[in-house]
């Protein structure tokens, strides 16, 4: 139990185009799944937090129009990353929390994250 | 706001050591929960080991257990008769209580990861 996906797992794409990772809790719904940024050999830094039906919460420093973030129902989450530059390229990697149907609430599991390349 | 410190950039053992990884935090909560993840070459990240702020017991799971000093704020990790499997990156983690997070917000209740500890099994 508590898997979760995301697609694609590596995406390279043009300076100035957009581009979507979807998250996916597979055996679980997930009232709540996080966004999180990883750059090489660094660790990981929270970019938002995303509900079910709600608007994301964007962590201080992180662009909402640039990070688009949709979470339409309990088993996913999309993030879009509008207008991408080479500064974007990253490791991003989402997570989702558990709901009331017997997963613990406090642990975050994670998928296995996408590598954006932006050239 | 929260911060976790890990002190050990990268550490290295032979295989069947035992090997403890430090982690210490800040925070002004009083509830939350901490936790140790591994993220191997494949960068996946796998949930080792958590611990709740309000159980005096240490957690433990299988050869992974934690030394939880909550007054000194620190969390390590033992891993006994270390495997060559067990080489990866671990990241000490902080979380703010559910309940208090939503209390203070909205994205409250995300993780403050340290910056890890890179953990080589040598055979």
């Known amino acids: 139990g508590a898997v979760v996906s995301q697609h694609p797992s590596r995406v390279i794409c043009k300076s100035g185009t957009s581009v979507k990772i979807e998250c996916r809790s597979l055996?679980?719904?997930?009232?709540?799944m996080f966004w999180y940024r990883q750059f090489p050999k660094q660790s990981l830094m929270l970019m938002a937090t995303?509900?079910?039906?709600?608007?994301?919460?964007?962590e201080q420093g992180v662009e909402k129009d640039k990070f688009l973030i949709n979470h339409a129902s309990l088993t996913l989450s999309t993030l879009t990353v509008t207008s991408a530059h080479p500064e974007d390229s990253s490791f991003y990697i989402c997570?989702?929390?558990?709901?009331?149907?017997?997963?613990?609430?406090?642990?975050?599991?994670f998928g296995p994250g996408t590598r954006l390349l932006v050239l | 706001a929260q911060t976790v410190t890990q002190s050990q950039p990268e550490m290295s053992v032979q295989e069947a050591e035992t090997v403890t990884l430090s982690c210490t935090y800040d925070?002004?909560?009083?509830?939350?929960?901490l936790f140790w993840y591994k993220q191997p070459p494949s960068r996946q990240m796998i949930l080792v080991i958590r611990?709740?702020?309000?159980?005096?017991q240490n957690a433990t799971e299988n050869r992974f257990s934690v030394n939880f000093q909550k007054a000194a704020k620190s969390f390590s990790l033992k891993i006994s008769d270390s495997q060559l499997g067990d080489t990866a990156m671990y990241f000490c983690?902080?979380?703010?209580?559910?309940?208090?997070?939503?209390?203070?917000?909205?994205?409250?209740?995300?993780?403050?990861f340290g910056k890890g500890t890179h953990l080589i099994i040598q055979p």
């Open positions: 995303s509900n079910e039906g709600s608007k994301a919460t964007y």
């Open positions: 611990q709740e702020a309000y159980k005096q």
């Open positions: 925070t002004s909560e009083n509830n939350y929960y």
């Open positions: 055996d679980f719904q997930a009232t709540t």
């Open positions: 997570s989702a929390r558990g709901g009331p149907s017997g997963l613990s609430q406090e642990t975050q599991y």
């Open positions: 983690a902080f979380m703010k209580h559910i309940r208090e997070a939503r209390n203070s917000g909205g994205g409250a209740d995300g993780l403050t």
